[in-house]
């Protein structure tokens, strides 16, 4: 069986015709974003572009891109945050759904998390969402960007701060981004130093542990398994079964689960070996 929704922000797509007694349902996110580029003004090679696209941001030299420039520029962005997405999450079914039959055996598969990114030029496709994106001149070493902002050196692992232990810690910052275009805050958003409807962008919404800090959705690249929210969200609206709220309905792992048999769900095992019977 196969089954989709196309959504506002991205569209979703299940396939249970690959299940088989070691192999899981596929869900697969598809996004799809159109770059524009932002090219100093009058056709100048040269010019300034301020930080967050706001008149009151930091002026930030600028130059011209090149259609070599863009093309690579494009291509990095797209190979790399779908490769940091796609097939890190299995999302364990504790639903009788999409059971299926083996040689007189009956399976419950889990679903394994996958993620498409098309990339390509504003306005040639259906785009779910539209960045704008600067070049910096080679003296430039920071731009304040954001979710539909980007600037020419976020496919880069820069820094974004120091561990408790005066330690950098490195991001790609298009990865954060595309979090943020799955719908994912902030690490820290809803605690009581980044409540939701503050300021989100606030230092302290980045983590303030180093764990937080360390998360892609703080200032660094770990994963964390709260970041499959949005495959649990799209299974539940798939499936119509499960609450958010609910830790163990399409519960989150970072590692593969194999379809399980009745007796193993009735014993609540995880099966992360296979063969396992």
């Excluded at 301020?50 to 070599?68: F, L, Q």
């Excluded at 259906?126 to 994106?133: F, N």
């Excluded at 830790?247 to 095992?269: F, Q």
Aim: aromatic residues 10%.
């Amino acid at each position: 069986m196969k089954t989709g929704l196309c959504l506002r922000t991205y569209n979703i797509d299940l396939d249970t015709d690959v299940c088989n007694p070691h192999n899981n349902a596929d869900l697969t996110i598809t996004l799809r974003v159109g770059f524009r580029q932002i090219n100093p003004a009058g056709a100048a090679a040269e010019g300034t572009y301020n930080d967050y696209g706001k008149a009151t941001g930091t002026a930030r030299k600028t130059i011209k891109w090149t259609p070599p420039a863009w093309a690579l520029w494009k291509t990095n962005f797209v190979i790399s945050a779908q490769n940091y997405w796609h097939g890190k999450f299995w999302l364990v079914n504790n639903f009788p759904v999409y059971e299926f039959e083996r040689a007189g055996k009956k399976y419950r598969p889990n679903i394994w998390c996958r993620f498409k990114l098309i990339g390509e030029d504003a306005g040639i496709g259906p785009d779910d969402h539209v960045i704008d994106v600067v070049r910096l001149h080679r003296s430039e070493t920071w731009f304040g960007s954001h979710s539909t902002l980007y600037d020419s050196l976020d496919t880069k692992m820069v820094q974004k701060g120091t561990d408790s232990a005066g330690k950098a810690i490195m991001q790609r910052a298009h990865v954060h981004e595309i979090g943020h275009l799955l719908g994912m805050a902030h690490v820290d958003v809803g605690k009581a130093h980044c409540p939701p409807g503050s300021d989100t962008n606030a230092a302290a919404c980045y983590g303030v542990t180093d764990t937080d800090s360390n998360s892609v959705m703080g200032q660094g690249m770990q994963l964390r398994a709260s970041q499959a929210n949005p495959w649990r969200k799209a299974i539940m609206q798939l499936s119509g079964k499960g609450s958010e709220s609910v830790a163990t309905d399409w519960g989150a792992k970072l590692v593969r689960h194999y379809p399980r048999l009745p007796e193993e769900v009735a014993a609540n095992l995880a099966i992360t070996r296979w063969p396992h019977r």
